[in-house]
Structure formats: C-alpha cells, structure tokens
C-alpha cells in the first residue's frame, strides 16, 4: 500500500509561484508513473501534468503548459509540481496520484488509471 502526502500549498497573488511535493511511502518509487490532478469547488476533477518512472517523459494539461514543471527524485521518493505565473482558475485542491507501471497515451491524464492518491492540498490564488 503506497501513501501519498502532499505539501507546499498555501494563498499567493495572481503571477505569483508555489511548489508542491508529494512525498510516497513506498521503497519502490521508482517504478511507479506519477501524475498532478486538481480540483475546484464543484467541478470534477481534472488532469495537470504526468511523470513517468525514470523522468524522462513528462506531458502537461494545455491550461498548465509552459507555466507549471513536473519532475521526480527517486532517492527521494518525491515528485514535484512547480507552478509559476499561477491564475485565480488555478485554484484548486491538488491531488498527487500513483500506479506501477507505464500508461497508454490516453490513460496518462485518466484519473481511472491510477490506484494510489494523497488525501490534496489547498492552492488558492487570489487576483
């Protein structure tokens, strides 16, 4: 059983940047893909960005692309989700997810795929 916890959330400014963590329990880390949801007050919940087990490939949500950064230290067994020029519609509770192994094109963004989850952190923007 793998345990997720999030951290690094908090209330910035519009433009402003947070960095999130997700720090997993499980000694075999590195073999799981890992992936950022988020979710608002009353909307589902929504694909950020993906990571798989080594690093090396990474994909992003169009809405977060080219202002947010996945990346993963597996002597750490963290994945973190860098998030520059944050928006109001940025906020959301932020979700890290986990599953061994290495998803199709279009599982990486289903949050069907993944079988472990953090219980989230609050990330409000304020504008």
């Known amino acids: 059983q793998v345990q997720l916890v999030e951290s690094g959330g908090g209330l910035v400014q519009a433009g402003g940047s947070l960095r999130l963590s997700c720090a997993a329990s499980e000694r075999t880390f590195s073999t799981y893909a890992m992936a950022w949801f988020r979710q608002a007050p009353g909307k589902e919940r929504e694909f950020v960005a993906f990571?798989?087990?080594?690093?090396?490939?990474?994909y992003y949500a169009d809405s977060v692309k080219g202002r947010f950064t996945i990346s993963r230290d597996n002597a750490k067994n963290t994945v973190y989700l860098q998030m520059n020029s944050l928006k109001p519609e940025d906020t959301a509770v932020y979700h890290c997810a986990a599953r061994v192994g290495t998803p199709s094109y279009s599982s990486m963004g289903s949050y069907g795929f993944y079988n472990y989850w953090g219980q989230g952190t609050q990330v409000t923007v304020s504008s």
């Open positions: 990571i798989n087990w080594s690093g090396e490939s990474r």
